[in-house]
Nanobody, 122 residues
C-alpha cells in the first residue's frame, strides 16, 4: 500500500514561489505516474500537473503552464511541484496522487495524499 505525504505549502505573496514535495512510502512509486491536483473552497478538485514514471513526459492544466513545473526523483521516491509567479487564484489545498499505468494518465488515480494548504495573498 502506497502512502503519500505532501509538504511545502504555506502563505506567500502574489508573485512568490513555493515548492511542494510528495514523499511516498510503503512501496516504490518509480513506475507510477505522479499527479498533482488542487481544490479551492467551494470548488471541485481539479487537475494541475502530472509527470511520467521517468520524469520525461509532463502535462499541465492551462492556468499553470509556464509557471509550475512538475518533477520527480525516483531515488528518493518523491515528486515535486515548483510553483512560481503565484497568483491569489492558485490558493487551494494541493494533493499529490499516484496512478499505476501507462502514460498518459487516464481515469482515477490509485493513491492520494492528505493535501497541503497553499495560500497566495494579493
Amino acid at each position: 500500500q502506497v502512502q503519500l505525504v505532501e509538504s511545502g505549502g504555506g502563505l506567500v505573496q502574489a508573485g512568490g514561489s513555493l515548492r511542494l514535495s510528495c514523499a511516498a512510502s510503503g512501496a516504490t512509486v518509480s513506475s507510477y505516474i505522479m499527479g498533482w491536483f488542487r481544490q479551492a473552497p467551494g470548488q471541485e478538485r481539479e487537475f494541475v500537473a502530472a509527470v511520467s514514471w521517468n520524469g520525461i513526459l509532463t502535462r499541465y492544466t492551462d492556468s499553470v503552464r509556464g509557471r509550475f513545473t512538475v518533477s520527480r526523483d525516483n531515488s528518493k521516491n518523491t515528486a515535486y511541484l515548483q510553483m512560481n509567479t503565484l497568483k491569489p487564484e492558485d490558493t487551494a489545498v494541493y494533493f499529490c496522487s499516484a496512478q499505476d499505468g501507462y502514460w498518459p494518465p487516464v481515469g482515477e488515480y490509485d493513491y492520494w495524499g492528505q493535501g497541503t494548504q497553499v495560500t497566495v495573498s494579493s
